[in-house]
């Protein structure tokens, strides 16, 4: 209780659902969340002693990994170093959320997480290795995401990521279901952004075969949005900037 927090810019929260206010329907999760925004909060530092460096190592190596990879999508799209380091915004801004899905009485009724993208622009998960619940929309059918082994982390391509590359990659929609006798853990870590950066397609990839799909839009304003977004199919949130 001392941690419980609705709001989505706590450095330390431990919340239930996505957005109990606006929710008829509970999505059947805890999760307890850590955020970094640079120049305003680390969750990190602040962590519950009994956890701290826990927390700390692992996201020190995740973010190391998720930078790795961030570079690698837009050298894939042959864009050159020397202008992905000057003109694809950086991603340092860091969530951490731990996920409890607890057994479900009557898994018809609810889902753990409701379909959705992820809204910044990649995330590394921990999926739980044993207990299945997550899956990917693939060409409209839900696709169960089976473990690989327990040490393999699955990464999502995210909202921002969509607008960057101007639709070449795309957002994955993704949900996880209840399972009615066992508990599911998961860590997701999520990386986006500065609040003040404005996103949209980068120039580079836009020409008159290619027109801009997505309009700019400030991070800051993507997120509120998200945060006040209902539970319904996919959350639409890359509505909010598609053309
Ligand atoms: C998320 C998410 C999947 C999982 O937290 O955004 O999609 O397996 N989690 O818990
Ligand atoms: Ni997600």
Redesign the pocket.
């Known amino acids: 209780m001392r941690l419980h927090s609705q709001s989505f810019r706590a450095p330390v929260s431990y919340s239930t659902s996505f957005n109990p206010s606006m929710e008829r329907v509970r999505e059947w999760r805890d999760t307890l969340f850590f955020n970094r925004f640079p120049g305003f909060c680390d969750g990190f530092k602040e962590a519950p002693a009994i956890c701290r460096k826990e927390v700390q190592d692992y996201i020190n190596e995740v973010e190391k990994l998720a930078r790795t990879l961030y570079k690698m999508i837009f050298q894939s799209l042959g864009l050159e170093n020397k202008y992905i380091n000057t003109d694809v915004p950086d991603i340092p801004r860091t969530l951490m ?1 731990i ?1 409890y899905y607890p057994p479900c009485p009557n898994p018809s009724l609810t889902l753990g ?1 409701g379909s ?1 993208s ?1 809204v910044s622009c990649l ?1 590394v ?1 921990h ?1 739980d290795s044993e207990v299945l ?2 899956e990917i929309n693939h060409k409209g059918t839900w696709v169960p995401v089976l473990p690989v082994d327990a040490s393999a982390f699955v990464i999502n391509l995210a909202d921002q990521v969509e607008i960057l590359t101007n639709g070449k990659y795309r957002s994955i929609e ?1 949900r ?1 279901l209840t399972n009615g006798e066992k508990a599911r853990m ?1 860590i ?1 870590c999520f990386f986006g952004p500065l609040e003040e950066t404005v996103v949209a397609p980068l120039p580079v990839l836009i020409d008159g075969n290619n027109p801009p799909k997505y309009r700019a839009t400030l991070f800051k304003d993507y997120n509120r949005n998200f945060a006040s977004s209902r539970l319904q199919p996919n959350r639409g949130t890359l509505d909010f900037a598609r053309i």
């Open positions: 959320g996920n997480l959705h992820d995330t998960l999926p619940g997550l993704h996880v998961s997701a």
